[in-house]
């Protein structure tokens, strides 16, 4: 089970860090992900991390503002958000997958948190 938090209401310029706890699962072995669905649009992805965490990688649209890690012995995974920008508003949605491995489409990962809004106004 995943359960993100963390979202809120930010002018564009600040900086945000989303939460997502693990529960169920033995965490450090499962690769997870970042995915965010802005209003009609399709979910996209937006960072993914190995089991490890030794490994990252970063959606063009968030590359050099956004960082992804995890913390294994808290069985939590987070995004750093900075330099946010008004296009950055969707829900964000934490994923993982039962396989270590990094994946970036949405249909290599087998669990999903519920969400957590994030609003940029301008």
């Known amino acids: 089970q995943l359960q993100a938090s963390g979202g809120g209401l930010v002018q564009a310029g600040d900086s945000l860090t989303l939460s997502c706890a693990a529960s169920?699962?033995?965490?450090?072995?499962?690769?997870l992900g970042w995915f965010r669905q802005a209003p009609g649009k399709e979910r996209e992805f937006v960072a993914g991390?190995?089991?490890?965490?030794?490994?990252?990688y970063l959606g063009d649209s968030v590359k050099g503002r956004f960082a992804i890690s995890r913390d294994n012995a808290k069985n939590t995974l987070y995004l750093q958000m900075n330099s946010l920008i008004p296009e950055d508003t969707a829900v964000y949605y934490c994923?993982?997958?039962?396989?270590?491995?990094?994946?970036?489409?949405?249909?290599?990962?087998?669990?999903w948190g519920q969400g957590t809004l994030v609003t940029v106004s301008s």
């Open positions: 991390i190995s089991g490890s965490g030794y490994i990252t």
């Open positions: 994923a993982g997958r039962s396989a270590g491995e990094l994946r970036v489409r949405r249909k290599d990962y087998d669990y």
């Open positions: 169920g699962c033995t965490f450090s072995g499962y690769g």
